[in-house]
């Protein structure tokens, strides 16, 4: 295929893909202006710091210098090498691309995820069979329907200790690599008579599985897959793939603990959930949260373990500047249990009308207070008072204070008095943390005829009459890297009538320096709208910079030079060049 056709459909592509949208699914963004901002996936942000632009369809971190079109975002975020890339994205366009090779690159972990693929296939397939009847019966029992096992993907592990490893073995796979990665343990079916879920990774792949015993056999419940090359318990969150979409439009989180809460709040309607394999988040699987979106709803278990792990996994995220409510679930049931014990619409109602996490401390400083000590009545009112100064809605203050007022038949004033001394204390914020867009990129020292020939370069990107003039020769530029991005400008128009610095990033992506330059180029965020006359100050720069180089070479030249009349001639040319008559 003639490389002129391939790039022709590379661009229909592109074209058809809005780089906000595909963006959105992989990093909750807000508008301010014209363009959308969100956290930069490709650093460790905190404040949201990359700029997606619907206009030029390129995206850039003011950070980290993270920048490009849609190809290279979904590239980098899924470490896909660009046919990859451009075959998903095509799919998602619905663009064919029956002409194009395709050569998946060699990852050295490909086979890892094609053994857990094929093993998959397997536990798929046993659950579908006579011997998957009892563990069918079972899932069927706990309210697990057929659709539900489909739509979750799950399967089993026959009571079998070596078929799986045998299957894979006939494949020709090697047995140390089936122990390392966690489906054989001393060369024996890690996994033997469980139901089996799987668990992906960021990119929707097959990376371990979670085998639940079913059988009445007194055995651990739960088996996971253990630390491997591909998989890291604290480094993922299970259903993050699929529910991308469905955090997106409700731009918030509903985080449970385990993943058979996920599954059943996913089948009453609520998709927007994640949940931990354990209780304690990691530092991974927060930012993963922050890339999301800032709202997060508590939803753990409602035992004293899962209470426990509200409050410590409450108080990070808030610390990172989430705005975080939770979720109550009676009885100290988990909300799988809730939901079939109390029904959907119940379950539904306790996450629109989840509470603010400060709600929440103050009602879990109760536990195990005994109201008829005056010291522990005490050290419980000081506890409530200090997670109150730590709320700045006035309103909600007086309602606390007067609430402990009334039930401890203690003054208003009093209870004000030592409020005002946590409050001289507690380090000023906002009740909701807002949005931080950091919109001007870190400060970058440039002299000023490196920002007029880098302005010059940004016009010729998007002004036809720019272009015009570096062909007449008007300008020049002084690095060879910016007159090989100049003539890849001049180029690509006239190959294709029209430059878009969307569709130029995917024609320069093997050439490593000349997208960085153009990196640099692009955050400038110069106006578009340009005078002829601004642009011949640029030039007049341009030109002065030439001339000051020139003077410096042949200052060099003379220095060199033993022959006195070849040293008034250089001089003599220097003089000229000096009034501008050179």
Same mark, same amino acid.
């Given at each position: 295929?003639?490389?002129?056709?391939?790039?022709?459909?590379?661009?229909?592509?592109?074209?058809?893909?809005?780089?906000?949208?595909?963006?959105?699914?992989?990093?909750?963004?807000?508008?301010?202006?014209?363009?959308?901002?969100?956290?930069?996936?490709?650093?460790?942000?905190?404040?949201?710091?990359?700029?997606?632009?619907?206009?030029?369809?390129?995206?850039? /971190?003011?950070?980290?210098?993270?920048?490009?079109?849609?190809?290279?975002?979904?590239?980098?975020?899924?470490?896909?090498?660009?046919?990859?890339?451009?075959?998903?994205?095509?799919?998602?366009?619905?663009?064919?691309?029956?002409?194009?090779?395709?050569?998946?690159?060699?990852?050295?972990?490909?086979?890892?995820?094609?053994?857990?693929?094929?093993?998959?296939?397997?536990?798929?397939?046993?659950?579908?069979?006579?011997?998957?009847?009892?563990?069918?019966?079972?899932?069927?029992?706990?309210?697990?329907?057929?659709?539900?096992?489909?739509?979750?993907?799950?399967?089993?592990?026959?009571?079998?200790?070596?078929?799986?490893?045998?299957?894979?073995?006939? +494949?020709?796979?090697?047995?140390?690599?089936?122990?390392?990665? *966690?489906?054989?343990?001393?060369?024996?079916?890690?996994?033997?008579?469980?139901?089996?879920?799987?668990?992906?990774?960021?990119?929707?792949?097959?990376?371990?599985?979670?085998?639940?015993?079913?059988?009445?056999?007194?055995?651990?419940? @739960?088996?996971?897959?253990?630390?491997? %090359?591909?998989?890291?318990?604290?480094?993922?969150?299970?259903?993050?793939?699929?529910?991308?979409?469905?955090?997106?439009?409700?731009?918030?989180?509903?985080?449970?603990?385990?993943?058979?809460?996920?599954?059943?709040?996913?089948?009453?309607?609520?998709?927007?959930?994640?949940?931990?394999?354990?209780?304690?988040?990691?530092?991974?699987?927060?930012?993963?949260?922050?890339?999301?979106?800032?709202?997060?709803?508590? /939803?753990?278990?409602?035992?004293?373990?899962?209470?426990?792990?509200?409050?410590?996994?409450?108080?990070?995220?808030?610390?990172? *500047?989430?705005?975080?409510?939770?979720?109550?679930?009676?009885?100290?049931?988990? %909300?799988?249990?809730?939901?079939? +014990?109390? *029904?959907?619409?119940?379950?539904?109602?306790?996450?629109?009308?989840?509470?603010?996490?400060?709600?929440?401390?103050?009602?879990?400083?109760?536990?195990?207070?005994?109201?008829?000590?005056?010291?522990?009545?005490?050290?419980?009112?000081?506890?409530?008072?200090?997670?109150?100064?730590?709320?700045?809605?006035?309103?909600?203050?007086?309602?606390?204070?007067?609430?402990?007022?009334?039930? @401890?038949?203690?003054?208003?004033?009093?209870?004000?008095?030592?409020?005002?001394?946590?409050?001289?204390?507690?380090?000023?914020?906002?009740?909701? %943390?807002?949005?931080?867009?950091?919109?001007?990129?870190?400060?970058?020292?440039?002299?000023?005829?490196?920002?007029?020939?880098?302005?010059?370069?940004?016009?010729?990107?998007?002004?036809?009459?720019?272009?015009?003039?570096?062909?007449?020769?008007?300008?020049?530029?002084?690095?060879?890297?910016?007159?090989?991005?100049?003539?890849?400008?001049?180029?690509?128009?006239?190959?294709?009538?029209?430059?878009?610095?969307?569709?130029?990033?995917?024609?320069?992506?093997?050439?490593?320096?000349?997208?960085?330059?153009?990196?640099?180029?692009?955050?400038?965020?110069?106006?578009?709208?340009?005078?002829?006359?601004?642009?011949?100050?640029?030039?007049?720069?341009?030109?002065?910079?030439?001339?000051?180089?020139?003077?410096?070479?042949?200052?060099?030249?003379?220095?060199?030079?033993?022959?006195?009349?070849?040293?008034?001639?250089?001089?003599?040319?220097?003089?000229?060049?000096?009034?501008?008559?050179?």
């Amino acid at each position: 295929m003639e490389n002129h056709e391939t790039n022709s459909i590379i661009l229909e592509v592109r074209k058809k893909l809005d780089i906000v949208q595909v963006i959105s699914q992989y990093v909750s963004l807000v508008k301010k202006g014209k363009n959308y901002f969100g956290v930069c996936p490709f650093h460790d942000d905190t404040n949201p710091s990359m700029s997606v632009s619907p206009e030029k369809q390129i995206y850039r /971190c003011f950070s980290c210098g993270a920048s490009g079109n849609v190809f290279s975002f979904v590239q980098e975020f899924e470490h896909l090498s660009f046919k990859e890339t451009l075959y998903q994205l095509a799919e998602k366009a619905g663009v064919q691309l029956q002409n194009i090779s395709y050569t998946k690159k060699n990852d050295q972990y490909d086979k890892f995820y094609e053994i857990y693929q094929i093993s998959h296939n397997y536990y798929l397939n046993n659950l579908q069979t006579n011997l998957g009847k009892k563990a069918k019966a079972y899932l069927h029992e706990r309210s697990i329907s057929d659709e539900m096992i489909k739509e979750f993907q799950i399967g089993l592990s026959l009571d079998i200790p070596d078929d799986l490893i045998q299957l894979l073995i006939k +494949k020709g796979y090697n047995l140390s690599d089936l122990n390392m990665i *966690g489906l054989a343990n001393s060369n024996r079916d890690l996994y033997c008579s469980r139901i089996m879920f799987p668990l992906k990774d960021l990119s929707g792949r097959i990376v371990g599985f979670s085998g639940r015993r079913y059988d009445g056999i007194k055995d651990n419940k @739960y088996v996971n897959t253990k630390g491997t %090359p591909i998989f890291q318990k604290g480094t993922i969150l299970y259903n993050y793939f699929d529910a991308r979409e469905a955090i997106r439009k409700k731009n918030q989180v509903l985080l449970m603990e385990g993943f058979m809460a996920a599954i059943r709040s996913i089948t009453v309607g609520v998709k927007n959930v994640v949940s931990l394999m354990g209780t304690a988040m990691t530092k991974e699987q927060v930012d993963l949260l922050k890339r999301l979106s800032n709202n997060v709803v508590l /939803c753990l278990d409602g035992d004293d373990p899962g209470r426990e792990a509200t409050l410590l996994n409450g108080e990070e995220l808030e610390k990172k *500047g989430f705005n975080v409510r939770v979720v109550e679930l009676s009885d100290g049931l988990d %909300p799988d249990d809730y939901i079939l +014990k109390y *029904g959907a619409d119940s379950f539904r109602s306790l996450i629109e009308n989840a509470i603010s996490f400060s709600d929440f401390k103050i009602r879990s400083l109760r536990k195990g207070v005994n109201f008829s000590s005056d010291k522990e009545v005490s050290n419980y009112i000081n506890q409530v008072l200090i997670e109150a100064s730590k709320i700045t809605d006035e309103i909600r203050r007086e309602l606390i204070l007067k609430t402990l007022a009334k039930d @401890y038949d203690i003054g208003y004033n009093t209870l004000e008095k030592r409020l005002s001394t946590y409050l001289e204390k507690t380090p000023k914020k906002e009740s909701s %943390p807002p949005v931080q867009i950091v919109i001007k990129p870190k400060t970058l020292k440039h002299n000023k005829y490196e920002l007029a020939e880098w302005s010059l370069l940004y016009y010729m990107l998007i002004n036809h009459t720019v272009r015009n003039w570096f062909e007449l020769g008007k300008f020049n530029f002084s690095t060879e890297q910016e007159r090989f991005l100049a003539s890849e400008i001049i180029y690509y128009y006239k190959l294709y009538g029209t430059l878009v610095p969307a569709d130029f990033y995917t024609y320069l992506q093997d050439k490593k320096e000349l997208l960085n330059l153009l990196n640099h180029v692009l955050a400038l965020e110069l106006e578009d709208e340009v005078s002829d006359q601004a642009i011949e100050q640029y030039i007049r720069v341009v030109r002065e910079n030439s001339v000051n180089l020139e003077i410096e070479r042949l200052k060099k030249t003379m220095s060199e030079k033993n022959d006195p009349l070849e040293k008034a001639r250089i001089a003599e040319r220097i003089r000229k060049l000096k009034m501008g008559s050179g």
